[in-house]
């Protein structure tokens, strides 16, 4: 298998998953364009499968290439069709358009397919590269006036589109396709229909791999727009699996570059090509785990400072199940960097440590004066500051729940690597403390 074909292949898995996804994704006012848009990249990857298919054949495997060769071109024939469909469906006049182009494909199919010799007079397989000797005449340049055709009639429709959209977001998902579609078009029709008709055949996986990456490359738009909107789990991993083999294809060009550079090799083998793949595919799919150690490898060795975006995402997790309080106070003490932190709720103390605390000094600490309204640290007495004292303790605050309501108290040791706190450590404590405290939720899910 050549790179060209894993290429073909793996793009065309993302030109389908990003044209499922935009179709779930969409509302129901754009899911007539966006079924469309689904079609067409359907019909992308069966235009990228065939060729890939049709340019590995062996010698040998003269009974397939027909069949093959005929994908090829109905299956561009009707993703034109599809794309039109997309970029005009919303108009009258569109809809005509789109009907009309769809007529003409299966008329010149049917034609095509009871006598191919108008389009191909045959083909040749060999180790130099397959070929198909297409028929100069008129069937042949009637498919190219139809892909320009539909290329133009899309390219003025997704025009009009975007001058017509108030929303920016939308206007720049659109200038993003036509960007892409002009691009596209202007390769195919090099690649795809004047050099296989004159020069050579070899180059027609231009077209197919250009348009997928216009596809991926709009769903990418869409995305970053915001223009649907992604909240289901599955389609979330589905997104994801999107961004791993855009990943996996662009270390693919990378890798090739590189190879046929350092080496002087035009084509590395099937078995070099297929590790390489396999290889940064698990490396991708490792990329969640990786990324999260690393985030908790730096927020530990960070004693200067909180990550406090690191904090907020683990308690925001941790709010999805049940709560071991001591596993809290744990990941807060390392992650925040304090000595110690805990939390006295219901007379009973939840430590990240061993605190040899009296249930007395416990009771003294929970009987501390309540703190004004909004602010969550409290005022000891000399009393109770002494306790705190003998105790390595700095601080305590109030947990309150969503009515405002205390219902327990957090106590912090030393800040590590300080002396004493700094104005940054109570404000960026106050603002956990608060998530905290709404993580807790007063008793529900509080485990000893």
Known sequence: MSLTSILLFATSVLAVLSGFSVFVGASKVDRARMTWFFA????????????????????GSEAS????????????A????????????????GKVLTVCAALAVVIMSTIVLNNTSILFAGF???????????????????????????????????????RRTRMKRVRQGDYVLLVGLVITGALS???????????????????PLALSATLVAFYYAILRFRIISI???WLKTLSYIVLLVSGAVIYMLIFYLIFTALFKIPNPSTSILVLNFLMIVIVLLLMPLINEVNASMRSMISVGQVDIAYVIKKLNHVATRNIDLRELASFLAVHLHFAYIG?????????????AMSA?????????????????????????????????????????????????????????????????????????????????????????
């Open 40 to 59: 067409a990249a359907i019909m992308a990857a069966l235009w990228s499968v065939a060729i890939a298919l049709f340019l590995a054949l062996p010698a």
């Open 65 to 76: 290439a027909p069949a093959l060769i005929m994908m090829i071109y109905i299956a561009s």
């Open 78 to 93: 009707v993703m034109m069709v599809a794309l039109l469909g997309f970029a005009g469906w919303e108009h009258w006049y």
């Open 124 to 162: 040749t397989l060999s180790n130099q590269g397959n070929t198909v000797q297409l028929v100069n005449g008129v069937v042949y340049w009637l498919y190219m006036f139809f892909f320009v055709l539909n290329s133009c009639l899309a390219w003025f429709f997704i025009l009009q589109h975007s």
């Open 189 to 207: 029709m090099i690649s795809d229909l004047v050099l296989p008709l004159f020069v050579r055949y070899d180059l027609i996986w231009i077209g």
């Open 231 to 233: 909240s289901s789990t």
């Open 343 to 355: 939390f006295i709720i219901n007379g009973k103390l939840y430590g990240s440590k061993s605190l």
């Open 360 to 448: 007395e000094e416990i009771l003294q600490i929970t009987r501390m004066k309540p703190t004004a309204r909004g602010e969550v640290w409290q005022e000891p007495n000399k009393g109770v500051q002494k306790t705190l004292n003998d105790l390595d303790l700095k601080a305590v605050a109030e947990l309150r729940n969503a009515k405002g309501k205390a219902f327990g108290q957090i106590v912090v040791g030393k800040p590590l690597g300080k002396s004493s706190f700094e104005r940054r450590d109570l404000i960026q404590l106050e603002m956990i403390i608060n998530l905290v405290a709404t993580v807790i939720d007063s008793e529900k899910h509080i485990r000893a």
